[in-house]
């Protein structure tokens, strides 16, 4: 019964991952980002980072219990995302680091929860 919880925890995590990729990717047109008119030239790091954590969540979400350093990576891919989000290149714009650390808390947390959970067990 643990491991079919872990599984259902991890696998939520890495939906949540790859959903906060996808909402990486779809932000600046639909935020109206100023740079979304000039071919995204300053989101390729954080685009970058969404493919890789949706990537990451999709194989955290098809076969949670099986990569088992996938937590860690997630926490530190959201970490790197903050990281970018606070580079003085993205502009400054209040709305794109306020979305990239709303994503990067979101998938840090969801992470680190299934990484707490899956020590517990």
């Not at 071919?39 to 969540?57: Q, T």
Request: charge should be positive.
């Amino acid at each position: 019964m643990g491991d079919l919880h872990g599984r259902t925890v991890e696998s939520r995590a890495g939906v949540a991952a790859f959903l906060a990729g996808v909402w990486l990717i779809a932000a600046p047109p639909v935020l109206h980002f100023s740079a979304s008119t000039h071919a995204f030239r300053p989101y390729w790091w954080s685009m970058g980072l969404a493919v890789v954590l949706m990537l990451l969540g999709m194989v955290r979400a098809m076969a949670p219990l099986d990569v088992p350093l996938a937590q860690p990576i997630t926490i530190a891919l959201a970490l790197w995302l903050l990281i970018v989000a606070l580079r003085a290149a993205d502009g400054g714009i209040w709305v794109v680091w306020l979305n990239q650390l709303v994503v990067s808390a979101l998938v840090a947390l969801s992470a680190a929860l299934a990484l707490l959970i899956s020590v517990r067990r």
